[in-house]
């Protein structure tokens, strides 16, 4: 099974698709950097892709982890591009400049079920860990991690974000709810 990044002219119709190198890689999660290049998880291998909007050159960059499942993806201030690996349930980013990669690994290792990703404005990385119900902060420059398990049974914590203000918010998929954490 083929995976494609299909680009949509509106006002035409007219569709461009831009074949991944990896079978069955399943895009997935998407940012757009500083430069304008459009990154892209991919759930279905151990890579992340990164398009180039105006070359339609897909470049494709394999995580230390194999089959690590890289599901959802965050730009931290820095331009760091970091992504949930949801089968290896770890943390990870990609330096775009010098190709760099690190990864991360929760405390709650191996039953994270990372699953999304969100930076604030100060570079901190917050987690929605699917598995372990619960939401993590992590602080990249001292490796700090924090742990909030959901007061709710079955959260399923599958999605987050990190508002203007800072405030992180996340997706209660199980009980149906929106959550601002204080």
């Known amino acids: 099974w083929l995976s494609t990044v299909v680009k949509l002219d509106p006002k035409t119709?007219?569709?461009?698709?831009?074949?991944?190198?990896?079978?069955?890689a399943r895009p997935y999660g998407i940012e757009v950097d500083f430069d304008g290049n459009i990154w892209f998880a991919m759930v279905g291998s151990e890579h992340v892709g990164k398009l180039g909007p105006k070359s339609g050159t897909i470049t494709e960059y394999k995580t230390p982890t194999p089959k690590s499942g890289p599901r959802r993806l965050t730009i931290d201030p820095q331009g760091l591009i970091w992504y949930a690996e949801w089968d290896a349930h770890k943390i990870g980013y990609i330096n775009p400049k010098t190709l760099e990669q690190k990864e991360f690994v929760p405390p709650s290792h191996p039953k994270a079920g990372t699953y999304a990703i969100a930076s604030d404005g100060a570079g901190v990385i917050y987690v929605a860990e699917f598995i372990s119900n619960q939401v993590s902060r992590f602080e990249p420059k001292t490796g700090k991690w924090t742990e909030w398990p959901m007061p709710l049974r079955r959260s399923r914590v599958r999605n987050i974000v990190v508002d203007p203000k800072g405030f992180?918010?996340?997706?209660?998929?199980?009980?149906?709810?929106?959550?601002?954490?204080?």
Not at 169 to 180: M, P
């Open 13 to 24: 119709g007219q569709t461009w698709e831009y074949a991944t190198h990896t079978k069955n």
């Open 168 to 182: 992180v918010w996340y997706a209660d998929n199980g009980n149906s709810k929106l959550v601002r954490l204080e």
